[in-house]
């Protein structure tokens, strides 16, 4: 196998330095994964047609989900942008347990939805375990039109069905010590085969965190559907969390465990390469990506086969008037 020079831990800012950090790093996760993980592939379907036969399997996605009678917020009705195609936007993912690729619209049918539940726990007042239909209880959904923009500098507008992030605060109270919160993504090894390399080394479950003032912003939202139904499972069925000024990557799928914590918990990105998946991960069009520019961005809209329109990226996505004030 390369060498891959990894730099030692003295060139390392000091927040970034934990001991496990260091583990998965060094020892493990760069030599396998510069090259192989996120971003390596920009857009690897472009001039691909979808055939007869993919365009009929992909819909077929689509049937067992339910119909969600929602209303629109008035406030997220629409951005400047067209709304994605959905046929598109059911076929180029990322989920990392599915596969390496954007094609894992197939593989991620694997995902076991029934009875599922959500935990919440860590430091509240009032901890639950909700399955799905508590959520429709206790959360009034609503659909939501976000502009949506990955690390790798593609972007989509996706219409989400969800309830807003706060209103889980207000109803497990969080304690005066949690400062942040982690979500945890489903993960059991016989059915999420990874992507197909090193998957042992990889810092399985998929977790994501926010500072708490990051969750009580009104744009942090928990999405349950899209496109008018519930979400297929390539969109990480049946929870996932939605944060429209971040990168997607942020955007944990597929949530069974949402912890309140008091120090800031490693993340799975950042674990694996922290000098170019900060923790934060603000859309920031002046900032770039160690590998490529974020100044612009290919925005995906009409299909069924791929296509783009590059894009200015906006700063926070374009959603500053709701979340700057939370960096300043
Ligand atoms: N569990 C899990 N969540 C995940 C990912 C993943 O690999 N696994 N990928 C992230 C990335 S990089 C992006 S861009 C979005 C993609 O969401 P979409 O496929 O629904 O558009 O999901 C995010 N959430
Ligand atoms: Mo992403």
Same mark, same amino acid.
């Given at each position: 196998?390369?060498?891959?020079?990894?730099? &030692?831990?003295?060139?390392?800012?000091?927040?970034?330095? +934990?001991?496990?950090?260091?583990?998965?790093?060094?020892?493990?996760?760069i030599?396998?994964?510069?090259?192989?993980?996120? *971003?390596?592939?920009? !857009?690897?379907?472009?001039?691909?047609?979808?055939?007869?036969?993919?365009?009929?399997? !992909?819909?077929?996605?689509?049937?067992?989900?339910?119909? !969600?009678? /929602?209303?629109? #917020?008035?406030?997220?009705?629409?951005?400047?942008?067209? +709304?994605?195609?959905?046929?598109?936007?059911?076929?180029?993912?990322?989920?990392?347990?599915?596969?390496?690729?954007?094609s894992?619209?197939?593989?991620?049918?694997?995902?076991?939805?029934?009875?599922?539940?959500?935990?919440?726990?860590?430091?509240?007042?009032?901890?639950? +375990?909700?399955?799905?239909?508590? =959520?429709?209880?206790?959360?009034?959904? $609503?659909?939501?039109?976000?502009?949506?923009?990955?690390?790798?500098?593609?972007?989509? /507008? !996706?219409?989400?069905?969800?309830?807003?992030?706060?209103?889980?605060?207000?109803?497990? $109270? &969080?304690?005066?010590?949690?400062?942040?919160?982690?979500? +945890?993504?489903?993960?059991?090894?016989?059915?999420?085969?990874?992507?197909?390399?090193?998957?042992?080394?990889?810092?399985?479950?998929?977790?994501?965190?926010?500072? =708490?003032?990051?969750?009580?912003?009104?744009?942090?939202?928990?999405?349950?559907? =899209?496109?008018?139904?519930?979400?297929?499972?390539q969109?990480?069925?049946?929870?996932?969390?939605?944060?429209?000024?971040?990168?997607?990557f942020?955007?944990?799928?597929?949530?069974?465990?949402?912890?309140?914590?008091? $120090?800031q918990?490693?993340?799975?990105?950042?674990?694996?390469? &922290?000098?170019?998946?900060?923790?934060?991960?603000?859309? #920031?069009p002046? %900032? &770039?990506?160690?590998?490529?520019?974020?100044?612009?961005? %290919?925005?995906?809209?009409?299909?069924?086969?791929?296509?783009? $329109?590059?894009?200015e990226?906006?700063?926070?996505? *374009?959603? *500053?008037?709701?979340?700057?004030?939370?960096?300043?």
């Amino acid at each position: 196998m390369a060498f891959i020079h990894i730099p &030692p831990s003295w060139q390392l800012p000091e927040s970034k330095i +934990t001991a496990e950090r260091l583990y998965f790093n060094r020892r493990r996760f760069i030599k396998t994964l510069v090259g192989a993980g996120i *971003g390596a592939s920009l !857009l690897p379907l472009a001039g691909c047609k979808k055939s007869q036969a993919q365009l009929t399997e !992909l819909e077929a996605t689509y049937k067992n989900l339910s119909t !969600l009678e /929602v209303t629109t #917020n008035p406030t997220f009705a629409s951005v400047e942008r067209p +709304t994605t195609d959905r046929i598109l936007a059911s076929s180029y993912n990322n989920f990392y347990e599915f596969g390496g690729t954007k094609s894992i619209w197939q593989a991620a049918q694997k995902l076991p939805t029934e009875d599922w539940k959500v935990e919440v726990t860590g430091l509240v007042r009032n901890p639950q +375990t909700y399955d799905l239909e508590d =959520i429709q209880k206790n959360f009034p959904l $609503e659909e939501r039109t976000y502009r949506f923009r990955c690390v790798e500098a593609w972007s989509m /507008v !996706l219409p989400w069905i969800g309830f807003p992030m706060k209103s889980l605060l207000a109803a497990v $109270e &969080p304690t005066e010590k949690a400062k942040f919160i982690r979500f +945890t993504s489903f993960y059991d090894p016989k059915i999420t085969s990874g992507p197909g390399f090193s998957l042992s080394t990889l810092p399985w479950p998929y977790t994501e965190s926010l500072r =708490i003032e990051e969750m009580a912003n009104d744009l942090a939202f928990f999405a349950v559907g =899209i496109y008018g139904q519930t979400l297929p499972k390539q969109h990480g069925a049946p929870i996932r969390a939605v944060l429209p000024w971040k990168y997607g990557f942020k955007g944990a799928k597929s949530i069974v465990k949402i912890e309140f914590l008091e $120090e800031q918990p490693a993340t799975y990105w950042n674990t694996i390469v &922290p000098s170019e998946y900060d923790f934060e991960a603000n859309v #920031n069009p002046d %900032k &770039p990506h160690p590998r490529w520019s974020q100044a612009r961005e %290919k925005f995906i809209a009409q299909g069924p086969d791929l296509s783009w $329109e590059w894009k200015e990226t906006l700063p926070y996505n *374009g959603y *500053g008037e709701f979340v700057a004030s939370l960096y300043s």
